[in-house]
């Protein structure tokens, strides 16, 4: 195993209550926590970890299999950080392009929570790539995350996200659907 890197953490807020813990590198390079990323998929928070080592929790390796024939190059690299409060932590780290295929496999995998970041994060592109085209500036920070939003939980509850909360709609991102929409009978 690498010797870990001292990394700069951060909260990357997709929106409030869908978070990730964000890393820069010394290099300038950002990764993700494989906890977080592991949970904002909607799978437990040690999927991950599981994945990228099946060796060492008797776990075929099928998922990791599959994760590399999109690209996955399953490079974990070992950070330590200090927190707030001063206290120095360590955590396992993953590229942004591993966990953009994390993302493509649970999408592949119909994970609720991976189609939910998928579509909120490629509305997000188009949209910025049609207002340049157009001469307009790109939307600002909380245009970004209020759309993200918008787009997560309508993707998430399709009936009725609008009159719930977010942390009803994270709630069954995470959790599991609606009794209505349970094997996939969306609007029936």
Wanted: proline letters at 4%; charged letters at 20%.
């Amino acid at each position: 195993m690498e010797q870990p890197i001292y990394a700069e953490r951060a909260t990357v807020i997709f929106f409030e209550g869908l978070t990730v813990d964000g890393y820069r590198m010394p290099d300038g390079s950002f990764r993700a926590g494989l906890i977080g990323a592991s949970l904002v998929l909607g799978y437990g928070k040690d999927w991950l970890q599981r994945a990228v080592k099946p060796h060492l929790v008797n776990h075929t390796p099928t998922t990791l299999a599959n994760l590399k024939e999109i690209g996955f190059t399953s490079h974990l690299v070992p950070i330590i950080s200090t927190t707030s409060q001063g206290n120095a932590f360590s955590d396992e780290t993953i590229s942004l392009d591993d966990f953009q295929c994390c993302i493509i496999y649970g999408t592949q995998s119909k994970r609720k929570a991976a189609i939910a970041l998928n579509k909120g994060f490629t509305k997000l592109a188009l949209i910025d790539f049609f207002r340049d085209a157009f001469g307009e500036s790109p939307l600002t920070i909380d245009q970004k995350r209020e759309l993200f939003y918008q787009e997560y939980a309508s993707s998430i509850s399709p009936e009725g996200w609008r009159e719930m909360d977010r942390w009803d709609i994270i709630a069954l991102a995470l959790i599991g659907d609606e009794p209505h929409l349970q094997h996939g009978l969306w609007n029936q």
